[in-house]
């Protein structure tokens, strides 16, 4: 089946650092990707739709230059946590599309673990 | 704008019990709907889909049920298990602007127990 990985399963950092976290389809390709945020026992929240050689589509609410997202090969998307703080600690998950299984396909990573001192 | 709501909580079952999850949702130009499991600290985990054009489809000892009259999609499980429990989530897929958005519903933790 399709696999998606997340890179770092789990980051700490100091508050006002910036976090790369990399989400690659692993056996497909896919042209769009998905990041959300989870908090804890909370449902996923869409943030923004990544569209591999086009700007990224943010969600209402989201700061797309806090958040900067780029998605440079039908393979792999990148979320950038810029300037990070104690409330941008929460569970950061992605979701590819497979291209070759239609539009309703969607996988999930295993999510990021971010906790900001 | 319009979201999948699901009333919250903790189902509890005993083993080898059936589990009925319930989810409501609100976007009636959904047209594709999904259910997922996600065990703590992972991410979720397909289940079953069902499209608007169905109103049933069973998959192994899971079975989802869509009522699009009152905009309800259900997800039951059979003789369930400890290692189901986990907390389930529906999700709703619809065109928005060009591009397919998912929508989750708030999840349903389920309890197993042995």
């Known amino acids: 089946g399709a696999v998606v990985s997340q890179h770092p399963s789990w980051v700490i950092c100091k508050s006002g650092t910036s976090v790369k976290i990399e989400c690659r389809s692993l056996?497909?390709?896919?042209?769009?990707m998905f990041w959300y945020r989870q908090f804890p026992k909370q449902s996923l929240m869409l943030m923004a739709t990544?569209?591999?050689?086009?700007?990224?589509?943010?969600e209402q609410g989201v700061e797309k230059d806090k958040f900067l997202i780029n998605h440079a090969s039908l393979t792999l998307s990148t979320l950038t946590v810029t300037s990070a703080h104690p409330e941008d600690s929460s569970f950061y998950i992605c979701s590819a599309r497979d291209l070759g299984q239609g539009y309703n396909e969607q996988f999930f990573g295993p999510g990021t673990r971010l906790t900001v001192l | 704008g319009e979201s999948v709501g699901l009333h919250l909580p903790t189902l509890s079952v005993q083993e080898g019990d059936n589990s009925i999850i319930n989810c409501a949702y609100s976007n009636s130009a959904s047209d594709y709907f999904i259910w997922y499991k996600q065990e703590s600290g992972k991410g979720p985990q397909f289940i079953i889909d069902?499209?608007?054009?169905?109103d049933k489809r069973q998959g192994q000892r899971v079975t989802v049920l869509l009522n699009k009259t009152v905009k309800h999609l259900s997800l039951q499980i059979a003789a369930t298990q400890p290692g189901d429990s986990a907390v389930y989530f529906c999700a709703e897929n619809y065109l928005d602007t060009g591009r397919r958005a998912l929508t989750f519903g708030s999840g349903t933790r389920l309890q197993v127990q042995p």
């Open positions: 069902i499209r608007s054009n169905m």
């Open positions: 990544s569209n591999e050689g086009s700007k990224a589509t943010y």
């Open positions: 056996d497909f390709q896919a042209t769009t």
